[in-house]
């Protein structure tokens, strides 16, 4: 089944511990983002990656870290985790095809993380 | 990307017709326009896209005029379960200025009531 899987589901931690949320796909995209959604803001990006080893800043990518080593993972880094990154976060992928523009790809989407950092 | 707005919340009845406006003025040439549903405690998912004029699947119609400033999201005879978040997504390839960014938005919450 074609999916987009992250871990965990729920995560509570303390200020200052550093903390990573996995996201994994397999359909072979090359597109891969996280995003962070709060109450009134809606959905914003925080970092994406056009291929492996290729990443580059969302709209909201302070405090955050990312990698891509390989395809198929794209991990969210928090090296110190602060109370205002309290949030739903959403890992996304997609292909790129020959318009290698993702806004015209369908973006399918991880079930989610809830990050509470106390 | 294209800056959208969409208004905050609708709400309908079941049975009724509801249309989501979007506006994206400053829309460009190669942009698509893409909407998207998410339903609480779930990532969002594909709904429908277009580039122009009409476009209608199993689920939904977009209508998109001719100056593409604007887009309508249309859900034929809603139900309680179409109560979600739509989102409306412009973009294309931009070659500068980290335009592989996608900028979701605030989107608008449906709530369909009986």
């Known amino acids: 089944e074609a999916q987009v899987t992250q871990n965990p589901r729920y995560l509570i931690t303390v200020t200052g511990k550093k903390l990573t949320v996995t996201c994994s796909q397999n359909?072979?995209?090359?597109?891969m983002s996280w995003y962070r959604q709060d109450p009134g803001l809606g959905l914003r990006q925080i970092y994406y990656?056009?291929?492996?080893?290729?990443?580059d800043k969302g709209d909201v990518p302070e405090g955050y870290k990312v990698s891509r080593k390989e395809k198929r993972n794209f991990p969210l880094i928090l090296e110190s985790p602060s109370p205002n990154q309290t949030s739903l976060y959403f890992c996304?992928?997609?292909?790129?095809?020959?318009?290698?523009?993702?806004?015209?790809?369908?973006?399918?989407f991880g079930a989610g993380t809830r990050l509470s950092v106390l | 990307l294209a800056k959208t707005t969409q208004p905050i919340s609708m709400d309908s009845y079941e049975g009724q017709e509801v249309n989501i406006t979007c506006s994206h003025n400053?829309?460009?040439?190669?942009?698509?326009i893409t909407w998207y549903q998410q339903f609480p405690s779930q990532g969002p998912r594909f709904i429908i896209q277009?580039?122009?004029t009409k476009v209608t699947n199993e689920v939904a119609s977009l209508f998109i005029p001719a100056d593409r400033k604007s887009s309508t999201l249309s859900l034929p005879r809603v139900s309680l379960s179409d109560t979600a978040v739509y989102y409306c997504?412009?973009?294309?390839?931009?070659?500068?200025?980290?335009?592989?960014?996608?900028?979701f938005g605030t989107g608008t919450q449906l709530k369909v009531e009986l």
């Open positions: 400053n829309i460009a040439t190669n942009d698509y």
């Open positions: 990656s056009m291929n492996v080893e290729v990443t």
């Open positions: 359909m072979n995209h090359e597109y």
């Open positions: 277009g580039y122009k």
């Open positions: 997504l412009v973009g294309g390839r931009e070659l500068t200025g980290g335009g592989n960014k996608l900028t």
């Open positions: 996304a992928s997609s292909y790129l095809g020959t318009s290698g523009s993702p806004a015209k790809n369908i973006q399918y």
